[in-house]
């Protein structure tokens, strides 16, 4: 079994910052890729950003230059630094990380005030 713990959504003021963790635990041998997707109410899930176990990263256009992504691979944590935060980036944040197989977080709500 493998284990997904995020943390670290919240509500902030539109330009403010936010800064979301998810820990992995359990049967993890190797890791892939690590990564961020959100999700609003209507619409489909859609990738934010991943990282794979080599560090290359992938941004969604509407975040590039403002969020980060990282990861600990001694923590199996995956980190997601969001910065100049807007309205639209309201959602519903998951975890994922692809082993032999995806696995997904519970979810930590994003909400940004205008």
């Known amino acids: 079994q493998v284990q997904l713990v995020e943390s670290g959504g919240g509500l902030v003021q539109a330009g403010g910052s936010l800064r979301l963790s998810c820990a992995a635990s359990g049967s993890i041998f190797s890791i892939r890729t690590m990564g961020w997707y959100r999700q609003t109410p209507g619409k489909q899930r859609e990738l934010v950003a991943r990282i794979t176990s080599v560090g290359v990263t992938v941004y969604a256009d509407s975040v590039k230059g403002r969020f980060t992504i990282s990861r600990d691979g001694a923590k199996n944590t995956v980190y997601l630094q969001m910065n100049s935060l807007k309205p639209e980036d309201t959602a519903v944040y998951y975890c994922?990380?692809?082993?032999?197989?995806?696995?997904w977080g519970q979810g930590t709500q994003v909400t940004v005030s205008s």
């Open positions: 994922n990380i692809l082993v032999i197989r995806d696995y």
